[in-house]
């Protein structure tokens, strides 16, 4: 089951490895995830004023907590199955208002269902659901036994959510309201919050791009001044006798030695002044160039100032790409 | 407007610069999209065949095309205004399957509409996305003007998008199907697709995410190199008279010796035989320590190997900063 809105189970096997009869499940894992209810629901004493406010969790962010629900046991049970267990300390927080329905399946191995009760288990995973965003709503785990909750909640939230909890959980009071009995009705009933939802994901996957694309220069970036590392100022290649030349100084000899000037040019620059020029701009520019094999020419200076060479980023890259092959090829003889 | 299925507006402004009076739009730019008809709808006559195939777009992505245009169109009828302009040529694919409406509103400034024909115009949008999907599905432009292209469409799609296509479109041939007249009905209608795109976008965000705290580690070992790029072999720093120490051979004395050392014990690793070790996860573990400041200590050993110093990370990070901000302190004054 792949639905980005639970958590996917790998694996179950049993092990006697811990000196018992275990029970190992293999799961997706989520680092610095907290439960829903560590994030919405808290238990110790000192809250108590906040546990009883209704309000404490935006609405719309119970909307999309609904939507990810309804999309995650919409998954479940076009399969088949059922949730079982849809509660707040099962489901995990993994980023700002991202839901994912955990420990599933845990309860078909342990008490598999029978093939007649499945309609009812999935009729119940809908009154959970409805459950739970009260418990959130109402910032009360048991609220739902309550029967002013519902009453409760509407201080705080529109009537149209209260309603479509009321449903859920299959209570009409203080309004009639029609039960809602199967997933699709509730896909049908949610549609409008469903599609702000995705759009909301698909700005957040804009937003991703866009960074990611940022970060990509980097990795080429990372790679470029680590193979400019493993060859400026190497002292010596040992039994790199097919090129011909001796060991030793083998930085400084033959195209090695435009990729150490060039490496002064990167990142020993001075102003007219003699004082350094600490400027990571000129870098990556450099680098830019440097990793696309770009015509432009550049003057390396030799640190005596007694020659230039005029060279072109290309003629660098392939120097470059040079010498890292024959440290490669040197390396694996 | 501000809605991930939309290109963005941000301007709109008449000018004389271009010599005439010239009415400019300033919007997002999408690199590389191609407009949907490009990528679908084929126009050169070496593909008559092609064009008469219905089925070249899967029925899955003419849903998700379904669905996002949907999202659109719900964000801007419920602000009070109509799309009025939704045809293939006009959307841009931004990436895979991944559509936006461009070109919305120029029409509004071009040719305003009257209040009283909002109503009429929104319902043209609908009857738009209806024309649009039957030229997607057909691969012909004009399809929505021949009467038979919706059995012709049945022949490679489900009987439930040809119904939604004859709903939009208001043609109840072959079969009777209520016509869709708010965008309301169409988000119902089409509730459990759009569960199924969020649930496809909710998984690309993970795959991006993960993708980008990969990346993220690049851009810090980027700043760490470049840290190492400015001070390692640096012939000297002119005018550092703060310190006491004269011009020449900066980067070979005081903490700095650590640090080229350092720089060594990175890149420029051997075997037992002396062969050169090329190894990039050398390199980024020894980064991501130093990054950390770990307390793990090496031994740093120079060159005419007869010294070793033992070091931790911590204090090699401490000495790379020192450096840095001499240099940067030196490059200011």
Redesign the interface.
């Known amino acids: 089951m ?4 639970i958590v996917t189970y790998h694996d179950c096997f049993t092990t006697r490895a811990f000196g018992d009869s275990s029970l190992v499940f293999v799961s997706d894992y989520h680092p610095v995830s907290k439960t829903l209810a560590e994030q919405c629901l808290s238990t110790t004493p000192s809250f108590n004023r906040a546990r009883q406010t209704a309000g404490a969790v935006p609405e719309q962010v119970l909307w999309a907590f609904i ?2 629900l ?2 995650a046991v ?2 479940i049970h076009s399969i088949g199955l059922a949730a079982r267990v849809i509660t707040a300390s099962k489901i995990i927080v993994t ?1 700002k208002n ?1 839901i994912r329905l955990n420990a599933c399946g845990i309860l078909d191995v342990v008490q598999p269902s029978e093939p007649d009760t499945l309609a009812l288990l999935q009729e119940d995973d809908l009154r959970q659901i409805g459950r739970l965003i009260l418990a959130l709503a109402t910032g009360n785990n048991a609220a739902a036994s309550n029967p002013k909750a519902l009453d409760f909640m509407s201080r705080a939230y529109s009537e149209r959510l209260r309603n479509c909890v009321g449903s859920l959980i299959q209570v009409s009071h203080p309004q009639p309201s029609e039960p809602i009995k199967d997933i ?1 009705t509730l ?2 009933l ?3 919050q ?2 702000s ?10 937003t ?2 866009s ?2 694309n940022r ?2 220069e ?2 080429r ?3 470029l ?2 193979k ?3 060859i ?4 010596e ?3 790199v006798g097919h090129a011909g030349h001796s060991a030793g100084q083998w930085s400084e000899t033959g195209e090695r030695y435009y990729l150490k000037l060039f ?2 040019y ?3 620059q ?2 007219s ?6 400027d ?1 701009g000129h ?1 990556l520019t450099c680098l830019n160039k440097l990793d696309a094999g770009s015509e432009e020419k550049i003057a390396l200076v030799s ?1 005596d100032e007694q020659n230039v060479f005029v060279v072109s980023y290309k003629e660098i890259k392939r120097a470059l790409e040079a010498a ?1 092959q024959e ?2 090829k ?2 694996r ?1």
Chains 1, 2 share one sequence.
Request: hydrophobic share 45%; charged share 25%; aromatic share 8%.
């Open positions: 792949q639905n980005g809105s939507v990810q309804a999309s919409k998954a980023s991202r699709d896909l049908t949610v549609a409008d469903a599609f939802s995705f759009d909301n994901a698909l700005q957040l996957e804009d991703l791009y960074d990611l970060e990509l980097n990795s970036i990372v790679r001044l680590s400019l590392g493993f400026n100022e190497r002292p290649v040992n039994n490496r002064d990167v990142f020993h001075i102003n002044d003699g004082r350094p020029v600490v990571l870098v640190r890292f440290l490669l040197a390396g003889r």
